[in-house]
C-alpha cells in the first residue's frame, strides 16, 4: 500500500534542475515532510558504476545499449532505493526517471519510443510519479549554462539537445496531469516562484 509520494524533475542538460532541486527538498522539509532525494542514473549503490560508464565511457556505445544501462540502473533503483522510501511515507524527489529515457533516448536518438514505454514500465513496476516539473529552457542558453566541461550526453550536439526538449514537451502534452512545464529561462527565484505555485497546487 503506497503512502509517500514521488515526484521526478526533468529537463535538458543546463536547464537549472540541479538548483531548483535542492530549493524544492528545502521548501517540503520546511513543511515538515521527510524528503528523499536521489537521482537517475546512480541512485542505488550499483547504479554508480553504470553512471560512469555511461557518463565517461570514452569508446562507441549503441543507442539500444545506452537505452538498456538506463534501464538496469532504474530497475535497481527503484527496488532498492524509490519504493522502499514510499513505503516508509517519504517524499521521495528523483532528478531524472523514465522521461529521461523518452526524451534522451527516444526523441534525442530515435529508439522506438512505445518499446521505451514498455522496458520502463518492466524496470519500475510501472511505478509512475504523483508529479513531474520539467524545466524548459532554450536550446541555446542550455548550451551555455552546460559550459565547457562536458560528459558522454553533454557533448551530444545542439540538435539533438533541441530534440531532447521537444521530447519533453510532447510527453507534457499527453500527460497534463502528470507532466508540468516551466519556463526556466527567467532567473532562479522566478522560475521557483512556478516551481512552489506548482507543488502548492498538487499538495
Ligand atoms: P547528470 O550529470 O546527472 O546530468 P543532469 O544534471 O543534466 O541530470 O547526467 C545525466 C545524463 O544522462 C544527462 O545528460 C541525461 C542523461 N540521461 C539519459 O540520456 N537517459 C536517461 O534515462 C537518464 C536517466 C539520463
Redesign the pocket.
Known amino acids: 500500500m503506497k503512502k509517500g509520494l514521488f515526484i521526478t524533475v526533468e529537463g535538458a ?1 543546463g536547464c537549472g ?2 538548483t531548483q532541486l535542492n530549493l524544492i527538498a528545502q521548501y517540503l522539509r520546511d513543511m515538515g515532510a521527510d524528503v528523499l532525494l536521489t ?3 546512480g541512485g542505488a549503490q550499483l547504479g554508480l558504476e553504470l553512471r560512469e560508464i ?2 565517461h565511457y570514452d569508446g562507441f556505445v549503441s543507442s539500444k545499449c545506452e537505452s538498456f544501462l ?1 534501464f538496469a540502473d532504474r530497475a535497481q533503483h527503484v527496488d532498492t532505493v524509490i519504493k522502499p522510501a514510499i513505503q516508509q511515507g517519504k517524499i521521495v524527489v528523483c ?2 526517471y523514465t522521461d ?2 523518452v526524451a ?2 527516444g526523441y534525442g536518438k530515435g529508439v522506438d519510443i512505445s518499446q521505451i514505454q514498455y522496458l520502463n514500465n518492466l524496470a519500475t513496476d510501472s511505478l509512475l510519479p504523483d508529479l513531474t516539473i520539467v524545466f524548459d529552457v532554450d536550446s541555446e542558453i542550455a548550451q551555455q549554462r552546460v559550459g565547457a566541461q562536458k ?1 558522454r ?2 557533448s551530444e550536439g545542439i540538435d539533438f539537445h533541441a530534440r531532447v526538449r521537444n521530447g519533453y514537451l510532447q510527453i507534457a502534452k499527453s500527460e497534463p496531469l502528470r507532466v508540468k512545464v516551466v519556463d526556466a529561462n527567467p532567473p532562479v527565484d522566478v522560475v521557483f516562484e512556478s516551481v512552489k505555485s506548482i507543488i502548492d497546487d498538487f499538495i
Open positions: 542538460d534542475k540541479t537521482r537517475e542514473p555511461l557518463l538506463f532528478d531524472r529521461s529515457t534522451y533516448q560528459d550526453l553533454e
